[in-house]
T-cell receptor, first 112, second 115 residues
Framework: LAKTTQPISMDSYEGQEVNITCSHN???????ITWYQQFPSQGPRFIIQ???TKVTNEVASLFIPADRKSSTLSLPRVSLSDTAVYYC?????????????FGKGTRLHILP | EPEVTQTPSHQVTQMGQEVILRCVPI?????FYWYRQILGQKVEFLVS????????KSEIFDDQFSVERPDGSNFTLKIRSTKLEDSAMYFC?????????????FGPGTRLTVL
């Protein structure tokens, strides 16, 4: 799995858009970018996955530049309930390596 | 929406005792996992399981640990002779397909406290 780097923590206010950037300089051709979310005292939850350009779902958007060496998870109009740890993962879709290696993630704290 | 369930939500045990943590994966999923998270630390992979056998295990998953799918619905993690450092949240997960890029669905976890 490619090494990822993301901020340890971020604070934001309710109603704002939050962007969390993840660096993955050694991403390989077959690697996809996946984000998970973990609320306090709960298991991680898949949010979004992409390969290039932009992906959007009901929860978030994922922006991936052409060189794919970074990606940005965008959460529109956050609320207090978006307070969680967000994990960026990069992996090869062609391998059968099943395990997820979680880093420390970004601890997002939403303030009222 | 189908979900992974785990029981019990909290287990307290004495050091040296055996515990069994139970999970019911999503019904049409074929791949099963256990992870653990010590308080304040990262989520760590323990083991993956497919077709009634272990696919992969981490260094943490030593002879103290075992997994079993005793019937068509349950997936269990047994910890023999628990140690203080086994205190953690244990998460079960399941997925329909193999590979880290296929969504894994996590349960709510079992908080294990070893006294």
């Amino acid at each position: 799995l490619a090494k990822t780097t993301q901020p340890i923590s971020m604070d934001s206010y309710e109603g704002q858009e939050v962007n969390i950037t993840c660096s993955h300089n050694n991403i390989a051709t077959n690697d996809y970018i996946t984000w998970y979310q973990q609320f306090p005292s709960q298991g991680p939850r898949f949010i979004i996955q992409g390969y290039k350009t932009k992906v959007t779902n009901e929860v978030a958007s994922l922006f991936i530049p052409a060189d794919r060496k970074s990606s940005t998870l965008s959460l529109p109009r956050v609320s207090l309930s978006d307070t969680a740890v967000y994990y960026c993962l990069v992996g090869d879709i062609k391998t059968r390596d099943d395990k997820i290696i979680f880093g420390k993630g970004t601890r997002l704290h939403i303030l009222p | 929406e189908p979900e992974v369930t785990q029981t019990p939500s909290h287990q307290v045990t004495q050091m040296g005792q055996e515990v069994i943590l139970r999970c019911v994966p999503i019904s049409n999923h074929l791949y099963f996992y256990w992870y653990r998270q010590i308080l304040g630390q990262k989520v760590e992979f323990l083991v993956s399981f497919y077709n009634n056998e272990i696919s992969e295990k981490s260094e943490i998953f030593d002879d103290q640990f075992s997994v079993e799918r005793p019937d068509g619905s349950n997936f269990t993690l047994k910890i023999r002779s628990t140690k203080l450092e086994d205190s953690a949240m244990y998460f079960c997960a399941s997925s329909q397909l193999a590979g880290v890029n296929n969504e894994q669905f996590f349960g709510p976890g079992t908080r294990l406290t070893v006294l």
